[in-house]
């Protein structure tokens, strides 16, 4: 089945205690996006890759870091979180760019106290 | 950067009415226009979707119409039904760039 996983789905932190959310698609997209939803505020983007070793800058990067070693995977890494990125975070996978039909996975949930 | 306006926030409708949510983007290089539908705990999921060589598009109820000059669009859902209840975003991408920017949102609501 063709998909985006995200692990994990929930996650309790607390301010400054780095963490990774792991990202995966099993389409061979060469694109790949997180995005942040806050109630009001609708979906942001915070980086996203063209490719292997490509990665960009969305509109609210600040406090975030990705890496794209494998077309596959895309891993959104903060380094040290703070209570402003509670938040759910989707990311999301397509053909070949933003010009494209999007794959959400189902989100993860990410509180910091 | 891009901005996008979506309106109304919320909306609701009698099942069988017809929706309209309309949204106005800033940019006027922008040239792809996605709407994206979410339903409660999901990830959003591509409804439709319009380029900018393209005036309207239509898929069974539902169609987008572009107006370049006034750089807006809409969607339209015809014939609504109780699952036609979700939050539907808008979405422009500038062209050149892979950025995409979205609206804040419109939830829908259609009572049967």
């Known amino acids: 089945e063709a998909q985006v996983t995200q692990n994990p789905r929930y996650l309790i932190t607390v301010t400054g205690k780095k963490l990774t959310v792991t990202c995966s698609q099993n389409m061979n997209h060469e694109y790949m996006s997180w995005y942040r939803q806050d109630p009001g505020l609708g979906l942001r983007q915070i980086y996203y890759s063209m490719n292997v070793e490509v990665t960009d800058k969305g509109d609210v990067p600040e406090g975030y870091k990705v890496s794209r070693k494998e077309k596959r995977n895309f891993p959104l890494i903060l380094e040290s979180p703070s209570p402003n990125q509670t938040s759910l975070y989707f990311c999301?996978?397509?053909?070949?760019?933003?010009?494209?039909?999007?794959?959400f996975g189902p989100g993860t949930r990410l509180t910091v106290t | 950067g891009e901005n996008v306006e979506q309106h109304p926030s919320t909306l609701s409708v009698q099942e069988g009415d017809s929706a309209v949510i309309k949204c106005t983007y800033s940019d006027s290089a922008s040239n792809y226009f996605p709407w994206y539908k979410q339903e409660l705990g999901k990830g959003p999921q591509l409804i439709i979707d319009i380029r900018s060589n393209v005036g309207e598009k239509k898929d069974q109820r539902i169609a987008v119409t572009l107006n370049k000059t006034a750089k807006h669009f809409s969607l339209h859902i015809t014939e609504t039904q109780p699952e036609d209840s979700a939050v539907y975003f808008c979405a422009a991408r500038k062209g050149g760039s892979e950025k995409l920017v979205f609206g804040k949102g419109t939830k829908l609501t259609v009572n049967p």
């Open positions: 999301a996978s397509s053909f070949k760019g933003a010009g494209y039909e999007q794959y």
